[in-house]
């Protein structure tokens, strides 16, 4: 069967499926927003027209921009793949659930059953529930988001790069062929170059149906896009469209699914109650050049804890909700999105600890609103925690550790990438964010109890979620799952 055959068939599947979903009373109904989520991979702070991008175009998201509101010090936990996308989906730092770094196709860990998703939150209030796009929290079938509370699921189960062919070594390597998945079942056991120009234009498709089979009801789609991380592609609506190359090109083709959703959620009549989030799950992968994105003026990239690395561009939109045309500078994170959420249409929040707390003040844009966090912590590669920020989004603490990092050095070009410096902060240094979002200038000496106070949450921090740098166990970590736990 054709995917375009299929994407028809599936739809039925996905009014099945929002049948099954119980009854929602009008009163309940009219007071719990639709919720789209929508999440890329490898977008740099920089890739939005209204942030800044230079050689394209995104006028979709600069709409959404000027009908909703702009954060500019929005923030993913950590700057990779698996362990961001276990922050948005639980509330908590993915080190405390055992997701770190991405999580390859022979992972034989992933999400634990025990943990709460958005969608399994949702699902308390009679919310249908769908994902379109990466999951990349665990590829054997009982860690899939189908175990998760998602009802329907199309796409992939980790990167787009996790494949045969190995752009860097131009060889061939272990990977097992990049499958497509609807559910449970291998819609391809193997996607080509030719597939995956398709892969934004299917995704898309596939959350308008889901919008459309869902109108009657309230919803949380996940829309999870594989670009722009590398290997490039897209589809030839927009092959060689922009300025920019390849790269743009992908962008511009996000922009457009981003239309195609916002333009489905008004035709069914759903535009007065929306929740849509933009964002993406780190920042972009410099060592590609021309085939990564930009993090302008913020310095280094994905898989760094500088600025470039975890700040990423956000937009919310909800009409009579989010003020529209706004901007705000207040410091939040994709932890935060969880209890929120919950807030707003009155769930209950897991029994166990997570990290996010509730930011719909800041969202919302309520006069004197404050960040209720004292501050956040960045960990990286295998549980380090590389740096600290106040909850006010003002001083930023890098502690000691290695970093990848390319400087002023430029990528690589056209999928080959340049390799890394290993570069060694031997010290702590304190940046003023307000003033030096660039971090360019290290003020610890001048400000010596604000340093003080950030090491003293770090201290907290590396006794509750531990530390290999410095040798600590956490005590509040809980154990991913695992296929050895599987009966």
């Known amino acids: 069967m054709s995917i375009r055959r299929f994407l028809t068939a599936s739809a039925a599947a996905c009014l099945f499926a929002a049948l099954a979903v119980p009854a929602v009373a009008a009163s309940e109904r009219a007071r719990t927003p639709n919720i789209v989520i929508i999440f890329c991979d490898d977008l740099g702070y920089a890739d939005v027209g209204c942030f800044g991008a230079k050689g394209f175009t995104t006028p979709h998201l600069d709409r959404m921009a000027a009908e909703g509101r702009k954060f500019t010090n929005f923030h993913v936990p950590q700057p990779v793949c698996s362990a961001s996308r276990a922050g948005l989906l639980t509330g908590c730092y993915p080190n405390r659930i055992g997701i770190h770094m991405a999580l390859g196709p022979a992972a034989k860990h992933g ?144 922009d457009w699914s981003i239309g195609e959703i916002l333009g489905a959620v008004k035709k069914q009549g759903l535009d007065d109650n929306p929740l849509v989030i933009f964002t993406s799950d780190n920042g972009p992968w410099l060592r590609f050049g021309n085939h990564g994105g930009s993090a302008k003026p913020l310095r280094e990239g994905k898989g760094t804890c500088w600025e470039g690395g975890t700040r990423v561009p956000c937009l919310m939109r909800w009409p009579g909700k989010i003020p529209a ?136 921090m590396r006794e509750d979620l531990g530390d290999s740098l410095t040798g600590r166990t956490g005590r509040g970590v809980r154990e991913p799952g695992r296929v050895a736990d599987v009966k």
């Open 111 to 254: 999400l634990a059953d025990g943990e709460m998703t958005l969608a399994e939150l949702v699902k308390q209030k009679g919310y249908a529930t769908g994902i379109v796009g990466k999951w990349h929290l665990g590829s054997r079938p009982q860690f899939l988001p189908t175990r998760h509370g998602f009802d329907d699921y199309f796409g992939l189960p980790y990167s787009n790069d996790m494949w045969p062919f190995n752009p860097e070594a131009k060889t061939t390597n272990a990977w097992p062929p990049l499958p497509l998945l609807d559910g449970e079942k291998r819609v391809k056991a193997g996607l080509t170059h030719e597939d995956q120009e398709q892969l934004t234009t299917w995704f898309t498709e596939r959350a308008v149906k889901f919008i459309e089979a869902n109108r009657e009801r309230p919803f949380f789609l996940y829309v999870a896009h594989s670009m722009p991380h590398v290997p490039l592609h897209v589809s030839g609506k927009f092959k060689g469209k922009s300025a920019r190359g390849l790269y743009g090109d992908v962008i511009m083709e996000i």
């Open 325 to 460: 045309g706004t901007t705000s500078g207040d410091m939040m994170m994709t932890i935060d999105l969880f209890p929120t959420v919950a807030k707003l249409i009155g769930a209950e929040l897991p029994r166990h600890k997570i990290d996010g707390l509730d930011v719909w003040p800041l969202i919302a844009g309520q006069r004197g609103a404050k960040n209720p966090h004292d501050a956040y912590a960045f960990y990286f590669e295998n549980n380090e925690l590389q740096a600290v920020t106040d909850g006010g989004g003002r001083w930023k603490l890098q502690l000691p550790h290695t970093y990848r990092g390319l400087g002023s050095r430029p990528g690589g070009t056209n999928g080959i990438p340049v390799n890394y410096d290993m570069v060694k902060l031997k010290g702590a240094e304190l940046f003023d964010l307000h003033n030096d979002v660039g971090e360019k200038t290290n003020v610890a000496a001048t400000h010596p109890e604000t340093v003080k106070r950030l090491e003293a949450f770090a201290g907290t």
